[in-house]
T-cell receptor, first 114, second 115 residues
Framework: SQQGEEDPQALSIQEGENATMNCSYKTSINNLQWYRQNSGRGLVHLILIRSNEREKHSGRLRVTLDTSKKSSSLLITASRAADTASYFCATLLGTGAGSYQLTFGKGTKLSVIP | KAGVTQTPRYLIKTRGQQVTLSCSPISGHRSVSWYQQTPGQGLQFLFE???????NKGNFPGRFSGRQFSNSRSEMNVSTLELGDSALYLC??????????????FGPGTRLTVL
């Protein structure tokens, strides 16, 4: 079952604009991670935010986490055509014995128009 | 460091056959996880191996199995293939220790088509 649900499912913006994607999840988590996937290829890790953090930045990326609302958002500023991809949030749950399991949402498909 | 590699990149099989996919993790990474990605179900966790032991398993039938070798390389096997097994199979490795313990690094995937 999907732990995270991204919103919107698809987003189309002009180059230079900001893109905001949201993720909601259901249970308590250790951390939440955002990944990017270009057209059916492997996933690229973008940023990780721990459950005791509220905001994190990495280059043009800004992630927020609200554990009380069980939600996170990913902001990409000054978007570029190369940002066109699917973006997934993934929640990390500890399953005991040091093992972790990533549960992904269905993703937001971002199109950046040059 | 070289990234996660997966072989083969593409496979075409017929129903009833079995298939073995291979994954070589990033050097030094001891945890390897497998995921199945389909348009309908999205990304779903299959299993995770650490030090040659399966530590965690997703909700997949017993036709899906895996193993990990002493060099951390991993294989997954799907027996008696069904049409619904057509998917992109992704492998991810993780250091499993230290600050980046739970960051997963994905390979390019193996695209399996079952006819």
């Amino acid at each position: 079952s999907q732990q995270g649900e991204e919103d919107p499912q698809a987003l189309s913006i002009q180059e230079g604009e900001n893109a905001t994607m949201n993720c909601s999840y259901k249970t308590s988590i250790n951390n939440l991670q955002w990944y990017r996937q270009n057209s059916g290829r492997g996933l690229v890790h973008l940023i990780l935010i721990r459950s005791n953090e509220r905001e994190k930045h990495s280059g043009r990326l800004r992630v927020t986490l609200d554990t009380s609302k069980k939600s996170s958002s990913l902001l990409i500023t000054a978007s570029r055509a190369a940002d066109t991809a699917s973006y997934f949030c993934a929640t990390l749950l500890g399953t005991g014995a040091g093992s972790y399991q990533l549960t992904f949402g269905k993703g937001t498909k971002l199109s950046v128009i040059p | 460091k070289a990234g996660v590699t997966q072989t083969p990149r593409y496979l075409i099989k017929t129903r009833g056959q079995q298939v073995t996919l291979s994954c070589s993790p990033i050097s030094g990474h001891r945890s390897v996880s497998w995921y199945q990605q389909t348009p309908g179900q999205g990304l779903q966790f299959l299993f995770e191996y650490f030090s040659e032991t399966q530590r965690n398993k997703g909700n997949f039938p017993g036709r899906f199995s895996g193993r990990q070798f002493s060099n951390s390389r991993s294989e997954m096997n799907v027996s008696t293939l069904e049409l619904g097994d057509s998917a992109l199979y992704l492998c991810a490795s993780s250091p499993a220790t230290g600050l980046a313990a739970d960051t997963q690094y994905f390979g390019p995937g193996t695209r399996l088509t079952v006819l």
